[in-house]
């Protein structure tokens, strides 16, 4: 018996489900901050509001750890499910012996910072909010939101801490533009809107291609039933851009005109626009197509090597 196998039982038996669950716990923690760390690097100054109670300069807001506003929805969607992503993808990096506790704590762990950023955040918007109806309305929506990350943080996790490559496949295609958003937002924290290269915008929307590609030629397409997670990858990787772009137009523009017929009838323009042949999906989609297809071209390749060596070395030289 080797070293490793003789060593094992010992491991198993020093870590209790207990430890593995703190352990958890405190990856997860971890990543859950690491998803919000490029709005922490910031300084977190709560983004200015419209329906503030008293006029304050930019740097007199309030520390918030969320940027709460109507305006920064989808980076809140960003940096909420990259955490919620993170501690799923660290639990199927990690692998332990006994998983459902490092599951549960991992996810306990992201969630509980989410949570606690939430609590803090949302105190310190209504203690600053001005009274009256259009005040309500506005915590609300932002709480439920809020709230709606959170649920797909979780969501994501389960899935990128799946053992099953389908689910994990899945999770990538759900995850490619959210966390590409917050890549951005890193560049943002660091240079601020302003001084954004160029050359952001435009590498950033292939990203996401590139992620769902990879993950499409990892996942691969035996069993046949598989091709469901390419076709589900795809059209993620299709309409999710199209959701960003008309949820960040219409809260962005419109959320305070207290119309909501005609902010739903915006979001439906919108939302056909991009996802119509003018909106520039199709690119983005033949190309994680594309990187998908080779992917699996340079795996079977790498298999009938493999195979081919296998048996030359079972051969043996010839006389």
């Not at 690491?34 to 910031?42: M, S």
């Not at 692998?95 to 105190?123: I, K």
């Not at 119509?276 to 390749?301: K, Q």
């Amino acid at each position: 018996m080797s070293l490793p196998e003789q060593t094992r039982p010992v491991e198993r038996a020093r870590r209790t489900p207990a430890k593995v669950a703190v352990l958890g716990w405190l990856l997860g923690i971890l990543a859950g901050l690491l998803g919000l760390a490029p709005w922490l690097i910031t300084g977190a100054r709560l983004p200015l509001q419209n329906l503030w109670g008293t006029e304050v300069l930019p740097d007199r807001m309030p520390v918030s750890l969320l940027p709460l506003s109507q305006y920064e929805l989808t980076t809140l969607v960003a940096l909420l499910t990259t955490g919620g992503a993170a501690a799923g993808l660290a639990v199927r990096i990690w692998n332990p012996v006994r998983r459902r506790p490092a599951a549960w704590g991992a996810a306990s762990g992201a969630l509980a910072v989410q949570f606690t950023a939430a609590v803090q955040s949302f105190t310190v918007l209504d203690g600053g909010l001005a009274d009256g109806t259009m005040a309500a309305i506005y915590f609300a929506g932002l709480l439920a939101g809020v709230t709606a990350c959170i649920a797909a943080s979780l969501a994501a996790f389960l899935l990128l801490a799946s053992r099953r490559r389908a689910l994990v496949a899945l999770g990538a295609g759900l995850m490619a533009v959210p966390a590409t958003s917050w890549a951005v937002e890193w560049v943002v924290g660091f240079v601020g809107h302003i001084n954004v290269p160029a050359a952001v915008p435009t590498v950033a929307r292939w990203i996401p291609a590139l992620i769902v590609g990879c993950a499409l030629a990892w996942c691969g397409l035996r069993p046949a039933r598989l091709a469901v997670v390419w076709l589900a990858d795809l059209a993620l990787l299709w309409v999710v851009p199209a959701l960003f772009t008309s949820v960040s137009y219409v809260l962005g523009t419109r959320v305070l005109a207290g119309d909501v017929q005609e902010m739903l009838l915006m979001s439906r323009q919108i939302l056909a626009a991009t996802l119509g042949p003018d909106g520039g999906a199709l690119p983005t989609v033949l190309l994680a197509l594309t990187v998908g297809l080779a992917g699996l071209g340079i795996r079977a390749m790498a298999a009938r090597r493999r195979l081919g060596n296998l048996f030359g070395n079972q051969a043996g030289p010839t006389p």
